[in-house]
């Protein structure tokens, strides 16, 4: 039914608002009209019942990509056997998927965190409210998932999952701090499904289909992020900028082991030695590349937002996550190396 009643008046930034936020302003726009118009349903879109996305038993669609996955890549996994790669490749991408649904639970309470204390009119109010249903969708589709996948899989480590009601908080505490957390958590994800739906012809079904509608959302909540620190850091005072510089490798650094490390119930179901599990994360050099390539895009946010100067320069590279940064969002791998 089509409302008679008014409508109110759009918001306007103030006239004595530069052309970049402006800009800015456009983007918030932008955004919200393609949450939309252009947004996905797990339980319309994904024909979870269809016999192509039946999870069945020794189904070798389940091995771990060889080219992609740093566990894949290992000598001790592509040693094994056939049911046993299978078997860990079913583990694996259940549990990439808990962590995937724990830290969408946690950015979802944050956002909302962050939109509860803005201001009337704030356009940014719109758009995060529908990144956060958005992100519910994900977290359904993640567990829905895991659920069909059938494996135990405890996601995150514990330490993580005991101070997620805590991280929410900095959404309006430290909001800088917090977006940085939503890079750190959304960038290495969204990089290595990227390559998965790049280079890897033989996934599974069921996997490709949450790839590939995740992928299409979070390029729009990862455009968020990047525009809003553009927006909002050059205009801090140089100590604060200084301070931020050093924050931001920190927080991508930590919050990548916490996704892309599985957790030690991993080691003791599977029997990984522990010399393997330093290789994969992150000693050997194929992992260190990848640990590496996952931040080109924010290298060059932080040029962008004039966060990489001698000092932070200096703790991308004692983190091992320094490199050029990309030329343009989501380069690929092959050709940022």
């Known amino acids: 039914m089509t409302s008679t009643q008014p409508r109110p008046a759009a918001y306007e930034p103030p006239a004595d608002k530069s052309d970049s936020s402006v800009d800015y302003q456009q983007v918030l726009d932008d955004l919200s009209s393609a949450s939309v118009h252009r947004n996905f349903d797990p339980y319309i879109d994904i024909a979870w019942d269809s016999p192509e996305l039946a999870i069945v038993p020794d189904d070798p669609r389940w091995i771990l990509s060889y080219d992609v996955d740093p ?15 299978i078997a860990i490749g079913m583990w694996r991408q259940a549990n990439v998927a808990k962590v995937g649904l724990q830290f969408e639970s946690i950015l979802i309470r944050g956002l909302m965190q962050y939109a509860f204390a803005l201001d009337n009119g704030d356009k940014r109010f719109r758009y995060t409210t529908h990144e956060s249903k958005e992100e519910c969708n994900h977290t ?14 405890p996601g995150a480590r514990k330490s993580l999952r005991r101070i997620s009601p805590l991280v929410p908080l900095f959404s309006t505490i430290f909001p800088t701090v917090f977006f940085f957390g939503v890079l750190g958590g959304e960038e290495p994800i969204d990089h ?9 012809d033989d996934l599974h079904p069921a996997m490709a289909a949450v790839m590939q509608l995740h992928v299409a959302e979070e390029a729009r909540h990862i455009s968020f992020a990047h525009n809003h620190l553009r927006q909002t850091v050059p205009e801090k005072n140089a100590l604060t900028r200084l301070v931020l510089s050093i924050a931001m490798p920190i927080t991508m650094r930590v919050l990548c082991s916490a996704i892309m490390v599985p957790p030690k119930e991993f080691r003791e179901e599977f029997d990984v030695p522990r010399e ?3 290789e ?8 260190k590349k990848l640990l590496r390539n996952v931040f080109g895009d924010v290298r060059m946010l932080a040029d962008q937002c004039g966060l990489m100067n001698p000092v932070s320069a200096q703790v991308w590279r004692i ?11 989501s380069e690929p791998t092959y050709q940022a190396d």
Do not use: A, C
């Open 140 to 153: 359904l589709m993640f567990q829905e998932l895991v659920n069909r996948i059938g494996m135990r899989t």
């Open 280 to 287: 994969i994360f992150w000693s050997s050099p194929q992992s």
């Open 71 to 85: 566990i894949g890549k290992h000598p001790w996994y592509q040693s094994l056997p056939q049911d046993k790669q």
């Open 319 to 329: 983190l091992g996550i320094s490199g050029r940064p990309s030329r343009y969002r």
């Open 192 to 200: 290595v499904q990227k390559d998965f739906l790049r280079t890897s």
């Open 276 to 278: 393997v599990m330093r």
